[in-house]
T-cell receptor, first 116, second 114 residues
Framework: AQKVTQAQTEISVVEKEDVTLDCVYE???????LFWYKQPPSGELVFLIR??????QNEISGRYSWNFQKSTSSFNFTITASQVVDSAVYFC?????????????FGGGTRLMVKP | DTGVSQNPRHKITKRGQNVTFRCDPI?????LYWYRQTLGQGPEFLTY????????KSRLLSDRFSAERPKGSFSTLEIQRTEQGDSAMYLC????????????FGSGTRLTVV
């Protein structure tokens, strides 16, 4: 069965600090997809990134970067020079290609608070 | 295209009442998913449709929960005889059939059962 663990339930940083959100996953499939979503107070889940299991290259998008390591089953998310607007709950999620429905399995989320 | 729309945004109901939520997905998206999110937790999958066919419903929480997508466009999620434990955010998401690309989520319906 698939499982996603986000061990950090809450992180508090001061603006301009770098912060890394951890995500560890479990799956038996060789083909799967990993996602990160941001959930601001408004409640809507905002898509940030999708990565497939065959692509271990790290990705950078502005202040955001992702580190995918299959050897440790981790898909960590780093925000560089954090800003107050980054305050939200962040979810890591997994979808297995062999699962007909491709439904997402979410971790418990990490609440990030960025203080001015 | 205005994204995934969910109505109502908030619903307060008395225990024992029936409630129905609506989701309007992105028009070209074949697949529609319902998730439930309780306070402090990640979303939990409930059911999904491919066009009008409900292909997975074993994860609906009880037989009080049902969902429909009669014409393959909008979907409704009904909870009968609501209980306080049903209080949660109900999220709808849609995506195209091919590939495994990012799902688009709605803003959710927050249900409070008093």
């Amino acid at each position: 069965a698939q499982k996603v663990t986000q061990a950090q339930t809450e992180i508090s940083v001061v603006e301009k600090e770098d912060v890394t959100l951890d995500c560890v996953y479990e799956t038996r499939d060789t083909t799967y997809y990993l996602f990160w979503y941001k959930q601001p107070p408004s409640g809507e889940l905002v898509f940030l990134i999708r990565r497939n299991s065959f692509d271990e290259q790290n990705e950078i998008s502005g202040r955001y970067s992702w580190n995918f390591q299959k050897s440790t089953s981790s898909f960590n998310f780093t925000i560089t020079a954090s800003q107050v607007v980054d305050s939200a709950v962040y979810f890591c999620a997994l979808s297995e290609a062999d699962n007909a429905g491709n439904m997402l399995t979410f971790g418990g989320g990490t609440r990030l608070m960025v203080k001015p | 295209d205005t994204g995934v729309s969910q109505n109502p945004r908030h619903k307060i109901t008395k225990r024992g009442q029936n409630v129905t939520f609506r989701c309007d997905p992105i028009s070209e998206h074949n697949r529609l998913y319902w998730y439930r999110q309780t306070l402090g937790q990640g979303p939990e999958f409930l059911t999904y449709f491919q066009n009008e066919a409900q292909l997975e419903k074993s994860r609906l929480l009880s037989d009080r929960f049902s969902a429909e997508r009669p014409k393959g466009s909008f979907s409704t999620l009904e909870i009968q005889r609501t209980e306080q434990g049903d209080s949660a955010m109900y999220l709808c998401a849609s995506r195209v059939l091919q590939g495994n690309y990012g799902y688009t989520f709605g803003s959710g319906t927050r249900l409070t059962v008093v």
